[in-house]
C-alpha cells in the first residue's frame, strides 16, 4: 500500500485544479497557490487536470492538448512542486502511459460501468478514484468496486457528484455518501461538478458555483473523507466547466470551512 493511500484513509484530504490543461502558465499559477495552501494547513492536496475532455457536449469543445503533452506537463508540475496528481481516462490503453506520471487514475462518472476501463486502471496497481455515475446509486458502486479489486487491487477510491433527475440538472443524495463508505473505501464529494446543469448553456456545460461551499459542508456533515473542487484563476474565462469552477482566491475560504468543523 502506497504511503499517499494511507494518508488518505486517516486525514481529510483535497483534489483541486483545472477542469483541463489550458495553458501550461494556468497549471503553474495554480499549483503554487495548492502547495501554500498544503503547507499551511498541512492536509494531503492532490493536483488534478485533465489531459483530454473526451466526453464534452459539442464537437467544438476545447479538449486540451492530448496524451502525451499533456502527461509531460503533468509531470513538470509533480516534479515542481512535490504534489501527487491525478488525471482521468476515457480509453483502456490510455491506463499504463498515465501511471508512469499519476498518484491516482480517475475513472468519469460516465464511463464507471466500463469493464476494461476500471480493469485497465486497477492493474497498474495505481490509486483509483471511481466516480459514480450519475444514473447509479451508491449502493450500485459495489459492482465497479468489484471489477477493480478483481485484480487485486485494493488501493480504491469512490466519487459522489449527484444524480441526474431530469434535463440539464443534478441533485445529490447525501446518503449516498455513508452508502458507499459501507465499502470500507475512502468516499469523496466533488463539489464542483454537483453544481453541473448538463448540456444547458446552449451546447455547454452551465453550472452554480455559488453552491460549491455549501455541496462541500453537507458532505462533511455526511462523512465524506476528501473533496473534489475544480479550480481556475478565471473561471469565467474557462475552456471548460466554468461555470462550476471555483475561483482559486476561494478556494482558502472554503478549505477553512471544512478544517474548522
Not at 515542481?80 to 476515457?90: A, C, E, R, V
Amino acid at each position: 500500500m502506497s504511503k499517499l493511500y494511507q494518508q488518505l484513509q486517516s486525514s481529510p484530504f483535497l483534489i483541486a485544479g483545472p477542469c483541463v490543461i489550458e495553458t501550461p502558465e494556468i497549471l503553474h499559477e495554480i499549483a503554487t497557490e495548492l502547495k501554500r495552501l498544503q503547507e499551511k494547513y498541512n492536509i494531503p492536496i492532490i493536483f488534478k487536470a485533465s489531459f483530454d475532455k473526451a466526453n464534452r457536449t459539442s464537437i467544438h469543445s476545447f479538449r486540451g492538448p492530448g496524451l502525451e503533452k499533456g502527461i509531460a506537463i503533468l509531470k513538470e508540475i509533480k516534479e515542481t512542486y512535490q504534489l501527487p496528481i491525478t488525471t482521468d481516462i476515457h480509453e483502456a490503453h490510455q491506463a499504463e502511459k498515465v501511471a508512469e506520471v499519476a498518484d491516482i487514475i480517475q475513472i468519469p462518472a460516465f464511463l464507471s460501468r466500463q469493464t476494461d476501463l476500471i480493469v485497465a486502471a486497477a492493474q497498474t496497481h495505481k490509486i483509483v478514484n471511481i466516480k459514480k455515475a450519475q444514473f447509479l446509486s451508491g449502493v450500485d458502486m459495489q459492482h465497479p468496486l468489484e471489477k477493480a479489486t478483481s485484480t487485486g487491487n485494493k488501493q480504491l477510491l469512490l466519487t459522489e457528484r449527484g444524480n441526474l433527475y431530469g434535463y440539464n440538472n443534478l441533485v445529490v443524495d447525501f446518503r449516498n455518501i455513508p452508502d458507499m463508505k459501507a465499502f470500507g473505501y475512502p468516499v469523496i464529494m466533488d463539489c464542483t461538478h454537483a453544481v453541473q446543469r448538463p448540456g444547458a448553456a446552449n451546447g455547454k456545460t452551465g453550472g452554480n458555483r455559488e453552491f460549491v461551499p455549501s455541496m462541500a459542508l453537507a458532505a462533511k456533515a455526511f462523512g465524506a473523507d476528501g473533496y473534489f473542487m475544480e479550480v481556475h484563476p478565471d473561471p469565467e474565462q474557462g475552456l471548460s466547466d466554468g461555470p462550476n469552477m471555483l475561483y482559486l482566491r476561494d478556494l482558502e475560504g472554503v478549505l477553512v470551512q471544512l478544517l474548522e468543523l
